[in-house]
Antibody
């Protein structure tokens, strides 16, 4: 059974870089079938697509975050990561990692990240 | 940029009733639509992919339909455990987008 688990700091200061890692078990991020994605959800609001990456390293981001977001994959550790630079309070929320096949079929439980000094 | 308009924003229905949620895209999206259920404090769960394919393990009372720009999620007979927020998602045109969400409540 595939499992994904987000990890990383729950509190980040404004203007700093948010860093989260998604560790995958029961499957391989090196699969040529799937993409791996990050989605976030501000408190009390809806889902927002952040971006996705393929095992070869090709990544695509939502335009509003493209200048600040980087997703990269580490097949040796079977994990993929998100870095979001120059964060503000608007970046506060729960960050989910997920596998993208025909739909986002497996999700992590989510990691709450608060941007505050 | 493509827009996804989901309606209604909330619906209240009795157990056994039929519930329909709609997503309209501002551009043709060729059936690349997914539907998700999210309960408070939990990660979303995939219900439907490719507009009408039922994800493994999802009860058959959930169904999806649509084509072109208009897509629908139907719960044929609402159950108490279906109380949740539902989201559509398009992945045909970048950027991938979610709808605004529909809160389904049980009367």
């Amino acid at each position: 059974q595939l499992q994904l688990q987000e990890s990383g700091p729950g509190l980040v200061k404004p203007s700093e870089t948010l860093s989260l890692t998604c560790t995958v078990s029961g499957g391989s991020v090196g699969s040529s079938i799937y993409h791996w994605a990050w989605i976030r959800q501000p408190p009390g609001k809806g889902l927002e697509w952040v971006g996705k990456i393929f095992y070869l390293g090709d990544s695509v981001y939502t335009p509003s975050l493209e200048r600040r977001a980087t997703i990269f994959i580490d097949a040796s550790k079977n994990e993929f990561s998100l870095k979001l630079s120059a964060v503000t309070a608007a970046d506060t929320g729960v960050y989910f990692c997920a596998r993208l096949g025909a739909g986002l079929d497996y999700w992590g439980q989510g990691r709450l990240v608060t941007i505050s000094s | 940029d493509i827009q996804m308009t989901q309606s209604p924003s909330s619906v209240s229905a009795s157990v056994g009733e039929r519930v329909t949620i709609t997503c309209r895209a501002s551009q043709y999206i060729d059936g690349w639509v997914g539907w998700y259920q999210q309960k408070p404090g939990r990660a979303p769960k995939l219900l439907i992919y490719d507009a009408s394919s039922l994800h493994s393990g999802v009860p058959s009372r959930f169904s999806g339909s649509g084509s072109g720009t208009d897509y629908t999620l139907t719960i044929s007979s609402l159950q108490p455990e279906d109380s949740a927020t539902y989201y559509c998602q398009q992945s045909n045109i970048l950027p991938t987008l979610f709808g605004q969400g529909t809160r389904v409540e049980i009367k």
